[in-house]
């Protein structure tokens, strides 16, 4: 009887240290800008950490492609179960936002700024959920062979993406002009964390669809082997669905005297 034969074989990448690396820098460079006084350390930290980021993914999503033996479905669970542990992130602030909310009943009216305005809200509900529109059409289109459309549908998913954070850090800073800074009050903190943490999601959301549309655009991806496509378009519908309670709470909830 013959023994199976077992190879183990020991891969390394430099590509996730490349991906940590930006994280560490985004960490320095918002304590650059907002604590240590330092802007443009931090905006450079910034740009550097965007920069490092795009090709640390950009370089992973090509060996993942070009090395990978066969396509899995374990790329989809791990992103499902990645949401999952992303709803706990957000509750806690949803709980911090209710204790606030309550403790401060008597005197909210007092925490809610002139420049606040729910219609706001309904504007980027809007464009985020296009967004979600378009890329469930370009998944769709690349499933057929339609590389063209899909990368149309893809750009669209991508500047609506981008639409929605700048309209929204626009915001921020005409609400800031206002006084209703992230230390002003209670409702101002709970109203930037909530804000705040949903953006650097659709952030990362908007870092991963850059890559796809590369992948894409490349060839590397082809036809049988789409759970990359799967993945992001799970992840990114999570950021459209997390909006509608963040919108909620942080608009309407928090808006209401």
């Known amino acids: ?46 740009g550097a950490m965007l920069a490092i980021l795009a090709i640390g993914l950009a370089g992973w999503a090509r060996e993942a492609f070009q090395h990978a033996p066969e396509e899995t479905e374990v790329g989809t669970i791990a992103v499902a179960a990645f949401v999952v542990s992303e709803t706990i992130i957000f509750g806690t602030v949803f709980v911090a936002f209710w204790v606030g909310r309550i403790d401060n009943f008597d005197v ?35 499933t057929r062979g339609d590389r063209k459309n899909a990368m149309i549908y893809l750009g669209a998913t991508l500047g609506l993406g981008l639409l929605f954070v700048v309209l929204h850090m626009n915001e921020w800073i005409h609400l800031v002009g206002e006084g209703f800074t992230v230390d002003a009050n209670v409702y101002a903190t709970s109203f930037y964390s909530l804000t705040g943490v949903h953006t650097s999601h659709v952030i990362v959301g908007i870092a991963i669809n850059l890559v796809l549309f590369w992948v894409v655009a490349s060839g590397l991806m082809t036809r049988e082997r789409t759970t990359f496509f799967k993945g992001a378009g799970l992840y990114w519908h999570f950021v459209d669905i997390m909006w509608l309670l963040v919108a909620a709470n942080a608009y309407l909830i928090g808006g209401a005297f």
Not at 1 to 9: D, F, G, Q, R
Not at 18 to 32: D, H, K
Not at 112 to 141: D, H, K, N, Q, Y
């Open 1 to 46: 009887m013959e023994e199976a034969l077992v190879h183990s074989e020991h891969e390394t990448s430099v590509w996730p240290m490349a991906v940590g690396a930006s994280i560490l820098l985004s960490a320095l460079s918002l304590l650059s800008f907002f604590h240590w006084q330092m802007p443009i350390l931090g905006i450079v930290l910034g």
């Open 108 to 142: 909210w009216d007092t925490f809610v700024p002139a420049g606040l305005e729910a219609s706001f809200a309904v504007w980027l509900t809007f464009i985020l959920w296009a967004s979600s529109i378009m890329i469930v059409l370009s998944e769709r289109a690349f």
